[in-house]
């Protein structure tokens, strides 16, 4: 049984880009939190490799005092 929701796959795991691609000085994007390796390496990531890339992004962005986008879930019945 999955720990967490990310665990679950309800298909393809879309790109976390938001259009705001502004890279820091450690190549971060300030806009959804990948390094400049996963961008360029998102195409030939595997769907687990993708969930995980996702997942750090988010904690990135919140290491960083950043925004989430729409890197986390919405509670359920919330719109």
Known sequence: MPSSPAAVS???CPSPCVRLCTL???DICLG???TLADITGWSKMSEADKQAC???ARDTLI???RPLPHLTQRPPGRA
Do not use: I, K, M, T
Request: proline share 7%.
């Open 10 to 12: 309800s298909g393809p």
């Open 24 to 26: 820091n000085e450690q």
């Open 32 to 34: 959804c939190g990948r």
């Open 54 to 56: 996702v997942a750090r």
């Open 63 to 65: 290491r960083l005092g």
